[in-house]
């Protein structure tokens, strides 16, 4: 059973450029939650969906940040405009119900 | 809101013990305690779902007291590589957890 799956690991994006981060979750998870973290910081939270709902979105940016998880394929967080401030580690995790969450390995975006 | 985890930081030498508490100012339905080495993933250690209740496995345990918000890590006769950054989430009723600024531990030989 493969584990989370995040992609790209690494992504370089110059100031206004649009950065797409995919996870897929584990087999028979339909909870999926994303949370960012800068170095040296605990990871906060941003958005927490099931298929085709936003659950709970309260800790995503309002402007330039939004979040799916299709009825197919990976949840998608979309980050527009990109600025040096959204440098960070932003992980995906998956849960099978309201329970423990497993996470991905995560996706390193830097902008330059 | 926010746990805080104490100590920030603790060293050991491998073989001696360490407690690291978890403490919220909300009430909790749950809290789940993690690990994550530099440049890696977290990775879930256990979840304690009632108060009072306590799990372990290998030489690693937790309690969780429902009444004061709080819970602790146990870790026993430490080895290398129990070393990383230790973060403890929080479920305060919204479904998604809160974490704690973390404690890194760092075992030396």
């Known amino acids: 059973n493969a584990g989370v799956m995040q992609n790209p690991r690494h992504l370089v994006r110059r100031r206004g450029q649009e950065a797409r981060l995919r996870c897929s979750p584990m087999?028979?998870?339909?909870?999926v939650y994303w949370y960012r973290q800068l170095p040296e910081e605990g990871l906060k939270f941003m958005v927490y969906l099931q298929k085709e709902n936003i659950i709970d979105e309260s800790g995503m940016p309002k402007e330039r940040f939004s979040a799916e998880f299709p009825k197919e394929g990976p949840s998608i967080l979309r980050i527009q405009q990109v600025v040096r401030g959204d440098s960070a580690a932003y992980f995906c995790?998956?849960?099978?119900?309201?329970?423990?969450?497993?996470f991905g390995p995560g996706t390193r975006l830097t902008v330059l | 809101q926010q746990p805080v985890q104490s100590p920030q930081a603790v060293i050991l030498r491998e073989g001696e013990d360490a407690v690291i508490n978890c403490s919220s100012s909300k009430a909790l339905y749950s809290v789940h305690w993690y690990r994550q080495k530099h440049g890696e993933a977290p990775v879930f250690l256990m979840i304690l779902l009632k108060g009072g209740e306590q799990k372990g496995h290998d030489k690693i345990s937790a309690s969780f007291n429902e009444k004061k918000q709080q819970s602790s890590l146990y870790l026993t006769a430490s080895q290398l590589s129990y070393s990383g950054t230790y973060f403890c989430g929080t479920d305060q009723g919204a479904q998604k957890l809160v974490f704690g600024q973390g404690t890194r531990l760092t075992i030396n030989p």
């Open positions: 995790a998956s849960s099978p119900v309201n329970n423990e969450q497993f």
């Open positions: 087999k028979g998870h339909s909870h």
